[in-house]
């Protein structure tokens, strides 16, 4: 037992010396939903706090509970998920003895989930068998329902930058279900009951089949950011503060989001990325790396406007607009006047601005106004004259 601070850094120390033990990645506590009819399978992973690259002390002293409780503790794989018990739960309130008292709000926080379960009532339905926790220690393909979770919550916290992990397999450990509310059904389980839950009136309001629950089932947003439906952002996403996601076509997918204020009324596929002061148009879409991107992740650029109903498959610098209802992917030829090609030259010294260029070569080109000839059809880019700028007051 530590019983001041002092012991409890000697305590950390002498864990960490020891040979078996490793820093993980990523590492928290979580309440699995099982499966209706398998209860081994986990449906949904829910972490109060998860940790990324921080709070080795805390992960030192689950991983030393866990060996104390007498679970296999094998670092050198990519993935530890273990169940908890009594014996853990004592462990880790012994070594989090000296932070016990100051433990609420923002302050340590691993410790109140450790104190938090400790003092669970009898009463409440739940057991140890409801509980994981779980680390990453390699950034692998996804091995397990929980780690899935963890990685998901990494990104949606923006503990971890969208594109940084490997997602590898995710879909592989995540189930379909169905879900009402934050609670995930097995469809089986449906179909075996479906004659008595109708009958008796008790079939659920289901509100959609999918493996990822939505964003805001797990996440807490920052005060000035909104989702105006629910369903318009997946676990996983990362949203900016100052986000606005308007509904109708707005949907932001997993590894996805935006890198500041940005106003939402389009879609932004898996890997896209929008920077801080844009706004994608209502209907516009930012293809994503299974659609037509030749499997590159889209960036759109700072103070950029993607027009209704546009569409991109490639990335689109600073200060650029789209105009409403036209596409550039990659190998889309665009001409420009010689003037557009001196003016755009200016502004970018650093790149080969021509008079016929396809999308991929605007690749960090900024200051560029993407336009359709109503004439002939030809997609054209001019240098933008234009400043985009969001409404303060709406972000």
């Known amino acids: 037992m530590a019983n001041t601070k002092e012991e409890f850094k000697q305590l950390i120390e002498n864990i960490q010396a020891q040979s078996w033990y490793k820093n993980p990645i990523g590492f928290g506590i979580a309440k699995v939903d099982r499966g209706q009819l398998d209860s081994s399978k986990i449906l949904q992973a829910t972490f109060p ?15 030393d509970a866990l060996k104390k409780s007498g679970q296999d503790v094998d670092t050198s794989k990519s993935e530890l998920v273990c169940s908890i018990n009594d014996e853990f739960l004592t462990a880790c309130v012994e070594a989090f003895t000296p932070y016990i008292p100051e433990a609420k709000g923002e302050d340590h926080k691993n410790v109140q989930v450790i104190s938090t379960l400790a003092s669970l009532p009898i009463d409440s339905g739940l057991t140890a068998d409801d509980y994981k926790v779980v680390f990453i220690f390699e950034d692998t393909d996804v091995a397990s329902t929980e780690a899935a979770y963890l990685k998901l919550y990494a990104l949606s916290t923006g503990k971890a930058a969208l594109r940084s992990l490997n997602l590898n397999g995710v879909f592989g450990k995540l189930h379909n279900c169905a879900w009402v509310g934050n609670q995930p059904i097995e469809l089986d389980w449906l179909r075996a009951n479906e004659i008595s839950l109708k009958l008796s009136g008790k079939y659920p ?14 996440v807490i947003l920052a005060d000035n950011t909104r989702i105006l439906e629910t369903s318009k952002v997946r676990m996983g996403a990362q949203l900016a503060a100052g986000t606005t996601v308007m509904p109708g076509a707005a949907y932001i997918n997993f590894n996805a989001g935006t890198e500041g204020a ?23 879409s930012i293809l994503g790396v299974l659609s037509g991107t030749d499997g590159v992740p889209v960036s ?16 689109i610098g ?18 420009l006047s010689e003037k557009a090609v001196d003016a755009i030259a200016k502004a970018n010294p650093e790149k080969e601005i021509k008079s ?22 030809q997609i054209v880019a001019m240098r933008s004259t234009r400043e985009v700028k969001l409404n303060a007051d709406l972000h």
């Open 262 to 284: 940005v106003m939402v009324e389009g879609r932004i596929s898996s890997s896209a990325v929008v920077g801080a002061g844009s706004d994608v148009g209502g209907g516009a």
């Open 356 to 377: 016929l260029m396809r999308g991929m070569d605007f690749l960090g080109v900024n200051g560029v106004h993407f336009r359709q000839n109503s004439v002939n059809g």
């Open 49 to 63: 706090i998860i940790n990324w690259n921080e709070n080795n002390g805390s992960a030192a002293v689950f991983l």
């Open 205 to 218: 309001a289901i509100d959609m089949v999918d493996k990822f629950p939505r964003l805001l089932s797990h």
């Open 318 to 335: 600073d200060g650029c607009i789209l105009d409403a209802g036209v596409t550039i992917l990659p190998g889309t030829k665009i001409t």
């Open 300 to 315: 759109i650029g700072e103070n950029t406007l993607l027009g209704a109903n546009s569409c991109t498959g490639t990335a």
